[in-house]
């Protein structure tokens, strides 16, 4: 694997957990993509409780 695209992978996780942080602070479902890209399954996400 190029440090190119190990760059663009962390990238890709970042921007993944700047998005879901953000929709959970507005009280908002993060997309599933991005809850993948982080290793989180979106349907043992939407079970968890406030």
Same mark, same amino acid.
């Given at each position: 694997? %190029? /440090?190119? /695209?190990?760059?663009?992978e +962390? #990238?890709?996780? #970042?921007? %993944? =957990?700047? =998005?879901? =942080? %953000? *929709?959970?602070? *507005?009280?908002?479902? !993060?997309? *599933? @993509?991005? +809850? &993948? /890209? +982080?290793g989180?399954? !979106?349907? &043992? #996400? &939407?079970?968890? @409780? &406030?």
């Amino acid at each position: 694997m %190029s /440090t190119r /695209t190990k760059i663009g992978e +962390l #990238f890709d996780i #970042f921007g %993944s =957990a700047i =998005a879901a =942080a %953000s *929709a959970v602070d *507005a009280g908002r479902q !993060p997309k *599933a @993509r991005d +809850l &993948r /890209t +982080l290793g989180i399954d !979106p349907e &043992r #996400f &939407r079970q968890i @409780r &406030r």
